[in-house]
């Protein structure tokens, strides 16, 4: 049977989850899971999340690192691996980039990052909360700037993997247009960037109820020679390792052969299809 992996997990600290990192590991240990990445939203500035609902509030991140490093030492059946998801912000890249070296140099610090575009101008597009926004805007124009934003994350050397790739589709808008062109820059960019892609199982969950990516841009992302990892983006336990066989068999038909369980920056292990 191929091994299972998730490498999208959060946990209660981000504030929209439920469940304590010894919770998901012991349910990825229940789910005969080899290896997780436990990958909890990056505090995000003030004015981006004034609530505190979108991430782990900063005076959080040094007990949830703490927390993963003790799970990994505490659960020896599963490979935990300690990782973070980071929003792309293009006025602050300088400030992520200084805050992911200094975390990475950290002993306890994360050994993957995750880039997410979860915000187009301060709208968090994906947010339930301000999904009503979605009517006032142009879908086609969103969809463009999605990409744009993505593909300037890919190429920005900060991230590690590339998080659900396609995550503007998630509440069932579509553009009018052949979004080939839009998936060709997609993979362009991320083989550039020399970042993997993550195969998420959270699409099924949502209203657009299919992986990000979906088949069109996973084909794109193997053609062009693109690494691939999977994730279910768990935000409760009972999702730990949701969906995985859907995810590989996505991942065989767009003609991957294997995936990539990232365990370091710039370092993974091969896990057969
Ligand atoms: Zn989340
Ligand atoms: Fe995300
Ligand atoms: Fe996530
Ligand atoms: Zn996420």
């Not at 980071?86 to 993957?112: C, K, M, N, S």
């Not at 994906?126 to 890919?154: I, T």
């Not at 279910?232 to 996505?250: C, K, N, Q, R």
Request: charged fraction near 30%; include cysteine; aromatic fraction near 8%.
């Amino acid at each position: 049977m191929t091994e299972l992996i998730d490498a999208h997990i959060h946990t209660e600290r981000c504030g929209h989850a439920t469940g304590t990192v010894d919770e998901y590991v012991a349910a990825a240990e229940a789910q005969c899971l080899s290896a997780i990445i436990i990958t909890d939203h990056l505090p995000l500035p003030l004015e981006l999340d004034p609530d505190r609902h979108l991430a782990m509030p900063d005076d959080q991140l040094d007990a949830y690192l703490a927390e993963v490093e003790d799970a990994r030492e505490e659960h020896p059946t599963v490979g935990v691996v300690t990782g973070l998801e980071a929003d792309y912000l293009p006025d602050r890249i300088d400030q992520t980039r200084a805050t992911l070296r200094e975390l990475r140099r950290r002993a306890d610090g994360p050994r993957v990052v995750l880039g997410s575009v979860h915000f187009l101008d301060g709208w968090a597009f994906d947010d339930p909360a301000v999904l009503a926004e979605w009517d006032s805007r142009d879908v086609d124009q969103v969809w463009r700037d999605y990409f744009a934003r993505w593909c300037d994350a890919a190429r920005s050397g900060l991230f590690d993997v590339m998080a659900h790739p396609d995550l503007v589709k998630k509440f069932g808008h579509r553009p009018s247009f052949d979004a080939r062109e839009l998936y060709q820059e997609a993979a362009k960019a991320a083989s550039d960037g020399n970042v993997l892609i993550e195969v998420s199982t959270a699409g099924l969950r949502k209203p657009v109820g299919e992986l990000y990516p979906g088949p069109d841009l996973l084909r794109e992302f193997c053609a062009a020679g693109v690494e691939a990892t999977v994730g279910s983006d768990a935000h409760s336990p009972s999702e730990v390792g949701f969906g995985l066989e859907i995810a590989y068999t996505a991942l065989r038909e767009a003609g991957y052969r294997y995936i990539l369980l990232p365990v370091a920056r710039r370092e993974q292990r091969m896990i057969p299809l």
